[in-house]
C-alpha cells in the first residue's frame, strides 16, 4: 500500500516559542489555528512531511498527554489514497487501532495507530492525492525497542524515524527538541 509522510507533530508548552527558536533558521512559519484542544502553528506547511507544532489547551487529552509524558514528539502523520484499505493491508501486523479512530475515521477518513512500546502515535490521513518531493523533517530518533522497526516500515515512515534517544532533524540540520519547549 502505497503511503507518503505527511507531518511530524511536536507537543510544546508554547507554540509561540517554538515557532520563534524555528525563526531562526529562517524557516516558513504559517498561521496559528486555535481548536477546542489545542493551539498550532505548522513550520513548512506547504512541504512534505513539515513540522506540526501543538500546544494543548486548557482541558482534553492533549493536555493529560503533555501533563502525563510532557513535551515531545506526539504523533506522526502519514497520507494514504485508500484509508481502508491501507487499515487491511496493515492488519495482523501489530499496530492497534485507537479508539478515538472511531469517530474521526467517519468524520475526517483519519485514523490513530498506537502500539504500547512505541512513544507516539501515527496518524493515518486518506488524501485525493500524495505530496512529493524532499521531506522538510527528514530525520526522528524515538525511543522505541529495534524490534519494532518492522511496523515502522509497515506504515512507511523507516526512511526517517529510527530507534534511539529524541531527536529531529529539519533539512538536515539537527534541532534542539528541549529548545522548542
Known amino acids: 500500500m502505497i503511503c507518503s509522510p505527511s507531518h511530524v507533530a511536536i507537543l510544546v508548552p508554547s507554540v509561540r516559542k517554538a515557532t520563534d527558536y524555528c525563526r531562526r533558521f529562517d524557516f516558513e512559519i504559517g498561521e496559528e489555528d486555535v481548536f477546542p484542544e489545542t493551539r498550532e502553528i505548522y513550520v513548512q506547511g506547504s512541504e512534505r512531511n513539515a513540522l506540526l507544532l501543538m500546544e494543548a489547551r486548557d482541558t482534553g487529552s492533549y493536555r493529560k498527554a503533555l501533563e502525563k509524558r510532557g513535551p515531545g514528539i506526539h504523533h506522526l502523520a502519514i497520507d494514504v489514497l485508500d484509508l481502508d484499505g491501507f487499515l487491511s493491508s496493515i492488519a495482523g501486523l501489530g499496530w492497534l487501532l485507537h479508539l478515538n479512530s ?51 516500515k509497515s506504515v512507511g515512515l523507516d526512511q526517517t524515524v529510527t530507534p534511539g534517544n529524541p531527536s529531529l532533524s529539519l533539512r538536515g540540520k539537527p534541532i534542539d527538541l528541549d529548545a522548542l519547549h
Do not use: C, N, W
Open 102 to 152: 472511531l469517530h474521526t475515521m467517519k468524520d475526517f477518513r483519519t485514523a490513530y495507530l498506537a502500539r504500547p512500546g512505541f512513544p507516539a502515535l501515527i496518524e493515518v490521513q486518506e488524501k485525493a492525492e500524495l505530496m512529493d518531493g524532499p521531506l522538510f523533517v527528514d530525520g526522528v530518533s524515538l525511543p522505541f525497542d529495534p524490534g519494532l522497526t518492522r511496523l515502522v
